[in-house]
């Protein structure tokens, strides 16, 4: 694959705050005597120039936030960074097309790890998509049709996401941190969105962050009622084709090859055999002593399954099977985000490379073992213990991620509710009196999948997507 990102950071150049640098930092004293006021309005913000916010309660951090009109033009959208220390990370805010005023809002993340959120944004649920290395079109049935949609580049490192001094995040639990700051110092900057539900998303490796970005942001409410401020009403977790248990992954990697659950036969009955006997032997050693065996089956499964799609057995890639070659979006989003005049549109300093996918990242994340080191079900299971429900959807072709590893990991999540989920019937869900796919759900975990669709569901399947998302939003249960 294509291009390998260094870690970025050398640009310390950040664009010079330009508005309200006069009153701010406020003293704590001024803070106390209530002197601090929220940027209340979004719409008052310049297209031209980023305005830098800051907040007393968060004197290490800051906000640079522009009006970006770019996409389709019909909402208004913002973008800009929210700097923590050294480390600044990049988002895209997008209004909904409903009622921006009232609707919940949603945080979006892709996976990778090393995947920028332009990939969510530009060929799957933003308002508008990449038609070519210069060309976009409006999305009909983006998921800001009734939500407030945010898309952020993170960990630092990824897409226009970058660290000052070469600073490198490598776990998961690094990255919830910054996160959760990001998170905080939007809902305490722009008011107008407090207490306002707030939904975690994320896609594939997502499916490993979301978890604990989520349990992050639950726990620093705790700090934010002490400190005097609001908590976030975190309202709910969207998985779509997670590997949120990446060891369950890998028995489902042999079930999907070798097993009788609709993917295609492309490997021999000599691998089978082979594949069968590392995945017994692995089962019964502990996670520990299997990661070693766990990256040489991945790896020899891609290998095996590399004649078709690994994101979508459904669909061909051209060459070979990576996600690029794949899916031609991937160099028309890289193309489209270097333009100069779009970089600044969404105001970013037109001398940052954009990459789609940050691969040394992507090394350095599996090498520090961030794929096995922690338990991301456990973390899923203890947000519904919690009352934070979660939706778990599936792309039905997608291989690498696929619905018999994540549909067990549903039924395996320990908590007080496992019971009432396994009990519940796996019944078809609809879209125009068509069946959709499967689901099944106890009212707190919704399980779901989505037929004809491969590993990124609003791409494939946009209709069915997005009336999954909205019903979710509605009514929680499909
Ligand atoms: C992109 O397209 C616009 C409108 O057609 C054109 O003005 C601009 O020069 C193009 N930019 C590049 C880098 O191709
Ligand atoms: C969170 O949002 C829900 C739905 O709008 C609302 O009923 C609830 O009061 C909110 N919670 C908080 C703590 O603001
Ligand atoms: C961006 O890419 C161009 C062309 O490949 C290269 O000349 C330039 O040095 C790069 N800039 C940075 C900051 O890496």
């Not at 940052?352 to 991301?376: C, K, P, S």
Request: aromatic share 12%.
């Amino acid at each position: 694959m294509g291009l390998i990102v260094r870690a970025v950071g050398l640009l310390a150049l950040a664009i010079a705050p330009v508005l309200g640098l006069s009153q701010f930092p406020l003293s704590s004293e001024q803070y106390d005597a209530g002197l601090f006021t929220p940027y209340e309005d979004l719409h008052a913000l310049s297209a031209l120039e980023y305005t830098t916010l800051r907040h007393p309660g968060f004197p290490a951090h800051s906000v640079r936030i522009k009006e970006s009109r770019i996409c389709d033009g019909e909402v208004r959208s913002y973008s800009g960074y929210i700097d923590i220390e050294a480390r600044h990370l990049f988002f895209m805010f997008f209004e909904s097309r409903n009622d921006p005023a009232t609707d919940d809002v949603m945080f979006w993340t892709n996976g990778g790890p090393g995947g920028s959120s332009a990939l969510g944004l530009y060929m799957e649920l933003g308002p508008c998509r990449v038609t070519g290395p210069n060309s976009t079109e409006r999305f009909e049935y983006a998921w800001n049709d009734r939500a407030n949609v945010f898309f952020i580049d993170q960990p630092v490192g990824v897409g226009f996401s970058y660290a000052d001094f070469g600073e490198q995040v490598s776990t998961t639990p690094e990255a919830a941190k910054d996160v959760a700051a990001f998170v905080a110092i939007f809902f305490e900057h722009f008011s107008q969105f407090k207490d306002r539900p707030f939904h975690m998303a994320g896609e594939s490796y997502g499916g490993r962050y979301i978890p604990l970005f989520a349990a992050a942001v639950y726990d620093q409410n705790a700090k934010l009622v002490e400190a005097g401020m609001a908590p976030i009403n975190l309202t709910s977790v969207m998985i779509g084709n997670g590997c949120t248990d990446e060891l369950g992954m890998m028995e489902a990697y042999y079930d999907a090859q070798c097993g009788d659950y609709g993917f295609p036969r492309v490997t021999d009955i000599s691998d089978c055999i082979r594949m069968k006997q590392i995945v017994s032997r692995c089962k019964k050693r502990l996670q520990e002593s299997c990661k070693d065996i766990y990256d040489a089956i991945s790896s020899t499964s891609t290998k095996l399954f590399s004649a078709v799609n690994p994101y979508d057995a459904l669909r061909p890639c051209k060459e070979d099977a990576d996600m690029r070659k794949c899916y031609p979006e991937v160099d028309f989003i890289e193309s489209y985000l270097n333009i100069p005049a779009v970089k600044e549109a969404i105001g970013v300093d037109v001398h940052r490379n954009y990459t789609a996918i940050n691969l040394e990242l992507n090394a350095r994340f599996f090498m520090a073992g961030d794929h096995v080191n922690y338990v991301a079900e456990d973390y899923l299971a203890a947000l519904l213990e919690r009352g934070v429900p979660a939706l778990i959807y599936v792309g039905a072709t997608d291989w690498i991620c696929n619905w018999i590893g994540i549909g067990r990991m549903t039924l395996d999540l320990e908590w007080t509710g496992q019971e009432s989920f396994r009990s519940s019937p796996l019944r078809d869900w609809f879209v125009d009196d068509e069946v959709a796919g499967t689901t099944r759900s106890n009212g707190k975990l919704t399980f779901a999948t989505i037929d004809g669709a491969g590993h990124m569901v609003p791409l494939d399947q946009p209709e069915r997507g997005l009336a999954l998302i909205n019903r979710w939003l509605a009514s929680r249960p499909l």
